[in-house]
């Protein structure tokens, strides 16, 4: 009916009928029947015969609301279930970041709402009564829990906290349009809302401000096991079906107890139909967990303490933390790969590459002025050589060679990915660089020693800087200009360099922080100093490089580049852009042993991996393929290999270092790269200069290439000196 207005009730007979705005309860067969138009926001105007003016205020609640990514309702039917208790502390778990994943990119940004006016409890719970809402030019300001939980409720602008709230609808209704109106919550990955019992003014109020306004992710539904609870619970289900609002599953409160001495579990209420479980399998609803009772919490409740921080081994935080996994990854991006930028010592782009490594080739050579094998990157003018003549000598004495390394990369993925203009100022960047340029700092300093301070170039500070390769490209110098106005970052962390900036963007746009991501890194240091500071340390092979081989005694020196366009899967989808692999999973971690060696057994990758599987929702068993950091040092592969294999035991391994060298910091950006095009071909690139290897440990070293058969989900690894570990899963693209 098209005079039905958007936010008007079910069963609405429409604005011109001569049913409109009558609100009345009729008796028919003994029975009370309640006009459709009660409670309805419309009423008196379609009462009174005049037409309905546009709210002014929607577009204000909208504008606050813009920066908060996901809503969540918290609902209960039936008082006394625990409903504020549960959105106190999922909003504590959601904001705790369980796997201590999100460190490098910021913790989720959490808020509670609370709504519940008659009985706003949430400021006692989270130890913040008796704070007052600070009001400035930008509007009320939340109050902090922490730095990443805020709270803003009633309960602050109440004098007497005994007092009765005795109001009407209506002004309840203001009340609630004031807090959507003039909070000003910032940027916030989630607010969960909590409302009061039942299915009254406040719930119709918050849901169709929140539909009109914003997006809405759902409610969660709280209840207990007994019967008297559940009746009210599905009336609940009922008003989120007929409102339209998604629900997103049950929680069940008090289920039980469970004995902290003996861990004998004890049921609380009599489950006379089934509890939760039975309901939800009953409205096909789906129960989210059930949580045990623990006295603990109400104890922390009152004085408006941390549990989860002062009992972090209960059954019930444990519960907690699960759920909040639960919510947070269905609300999160999934992430797909869908352009390629690659330098390597085989020459400029992907295909060079990726033929090289599967026919087993080797990019390494001597070179006569630096006396040593290295990997470089061939110059010339052919397709696949590095011509770096599109920029005027006065260009390239603006920039270091990892800056120019990374526009031509940039230019190459953006290009594989069919990225059309008017995505540049959405995009981001995380572009990270090992070493600074190490000629030029030895060069200046030189200079200031023989006096000649005035010959030191103006762009020495820009140079030596390692997150000048993302701002060039950012801006793009050259015949194009990108313009690109998402994140700006770099990291910087050894040889894991290219691995955390690239598991860092994914992080990015799975969290909603940002759309589109340039993410990898680059190295151009195969020079004289960086060699020499190499061989010091006795790092270096004068051989060859030998990933898991009995003789390797070393890496060789090498540089490249690798960007990847990363994207929200619905965006890729959107502009059928071709999807190489999707990144599923990322652990971060330190080994905290030797600032140049690894831990023998392998601690600080074997946490990366376990906690990257946990990050992707993969069992161990469902990798078949690791692309191992292995440099060819005898410490590292070994150490490697022993939590490869204590991990997944029998898993197809290789290294690619023993075809391009080692190029630090750029290594894990090419290794993704050159995985995610084996996941698209359905190949394994096997090691090179593989002869006989001294590893003992069960797993399946490739001495060449082979077809990936099953499944296609793999690991890549990359770790640095000082510490740093990372491992990033990438898996074939599953639309469902």
Not at 34 to 42: I, K, Q, R, T, Y
Not at 500 to 512: E, P
Not at 705 to 726: Q, T
């Amino acid at each position: 009916m098209s005079d039905v207005p958007s936010d008007a009730n079910e069963n609405c007979p429409g604005t011109s009928s001569e049913q409109a705005g009558k609100f009345a309860a009729i008796l028919i067969r003994s029975h009370f029947h309640v006009s459709s138009c009660a409670g309805c926001p419309n009423q008196a105007v379609c009462a009174s015969g005049e037409l309905r003016k546009p709210d002014e205020d929607l577009a204000f609640i909208s504008d606050r609301l813009k920066n908060v990514k996901h809503k969540v309702l918290i609902l209960s039917g039936k008082g006394g279930v625990g409903k504020s208790t549960v959105t106190a502390n999922l909003a504590r778990a959601i904001a705790t970041d369980p796997n201590k994943q999100l460190g490098s990119v910021g913790l989720l940004q959490v808020a509670i709402l609370d709504v519940d006016i008659c009985g706003p409890s949430q400021a006692r719970m989270m130890g913040v009564e008796g704070e007052s809402v600070h009001e400035s030019a930008d509007g009320w300001s939340p109050i902090f829990i922490t730095d990443n939980l805020t709270i803003m409720s009633i309960a602050f602008l109440i004098q007497n906290r005994n007092e009765a709230v005795i109001w009407r609808g209506a002004r309840k209704n203001a009340l609630i349009k004031q807090f959507l109106k003039d909070v000003d919550w910032g940027t916030i990955d989630y607010l969960l809302i909590d409302t009061p019992p039942g299915t009254s003014d406040e719930h119709i109020s918050v849901v169709q401000y929140l539909l009109q306004t914003s997006s809405l992710d759902g409610a969660i539904l709280v209840t207990t096991p007994q019967e008297v609870a559940l009746l009210d619970v599905r009336k609940e289900a009922n008003f989120c079906r007929k409102t339209n609002v998604a629900i997103l599953g049950v929680l069940e409160n008090m289920s039980s107890f469970v004995c902290p001495c003996c861990a004998k579990v004890s049921p609380i209420f009599p489950d006379t139909t089934g509890g939760a479980k039975g309901m939800c399998e009953e409205m096909s609803l789906r129960l989210l967990g059930s949580l045990p009772f623990d006295p603990h919490m109400a104890e922390c409740s009152d004085r408006g303490e941390d549990f989860f921080e002062k009992y972090p081994d209960s059954p019930l935080a444990k519960v907690f933390i699960d759920v909040a996994l639960l919510i947070t990854d269905e609300t999160m991006n999934r992430v797909v790969i869908t352009g390629i930028g690659v330098l390597s010592p085989f020459g400029v782009g992907k295909n060079i590459l990726f033929e090289s490594l599967i026919t087993g080739k080797v990019g390494l050579h001597y070179k006569e002025s630096l006396k040593a094998i290295v990997g470089c990157i061939p110059e010339g003018t052919a397709p696949d050589q590095l011509d770096l003549s599109g920029w005027s000598k006065g260009e390239r004495r603006q920039m270091s060679r990892g800056s120019l390394l990374a526009l031509i990369a940039a230019e190459e993925a953006i290009k594989d990915s069919g990225l059309d203009e008017k995505y540049m100022e959405q995009t981001g960047v995380d572009i990270g660089m090992g070493i600074a340029d190490l000629e030029l700092i030895a060069e200046s300093a030189n200079f200031i020693r023989d006096g000649k301070s005035h010959k030191v170039t103006p762009y020495f500070v820009p140079r030596i800087l390692t997150n000048m390769p993302a701002g060039h490209v950012s801006i793009r110098t050259n015949v194009l200009r990108y313009g690109m106005r998402g994140a700006n970052l770099s990291s910087c962390t050894a040889c894991a360099t290219g691995l955390h900036a690239v598991g860092d963007a994914a992080t990015f746009i799975a969290m909603g922080r940002a759309k589109k991501m340039l993410a990898g890194a680059v190295e151009g240091c195969v020079n004289p100093i960086a060699l020499t500071g190499f061989q010091r340390l006795r790092a270096l092979s004068s051989s060859g490089s030998r990933p898991f081989d009995r003789t390797r005694d070393g890496f060789i020196l090498s540089e490249g580049a690798a960007l990847l366009l990363l994207e929200k899967l619905e965006d890729a989808q959107k502009r059928n852009a071709h999807i190489y692999a999707e990144i599923t999973g990322y652990g971060v971690a330190g080994d905290a042993f030797h600032l140049t060696q690894p831990a023998e057994d392998g601690i600080g990758g074997l946490l990366s991996m376990q906690r990257c599987l946990i990050d992707a929702h993969v069992n161990a068993s469902e990798v078949t393929y690791v692309n191992a950091h292995a440099t060819s040092t005898p410490a590292g592969d070994r150490a490697e290999a022993r939590a490869i294999a204590k991990l997944i035991p029998g898993v197809a391994v290789s290294s690619i270092k023993g075809h391009i060298g080692h190029t630090l910091g750029a290594a894990g950006a090419i290794e993704v790269a050159a995985t995610a095009m084996c996941i698209d071909r359905r190949i394994i690139v096997g090691n090179a200069n593989l002869n006989e290897t001294d590893i003992v440990e069960n797993i399946n070293i490739l001495k060449a290439s082979v077809d990936w058969k099953g499944r296609r989900i793999a690991l890549v690894n990359s770790f640095g000196f000082g510490g740093p570990h990372a491992t990033l899963c990438l898996s074939e693209f599953n639309a469902s």
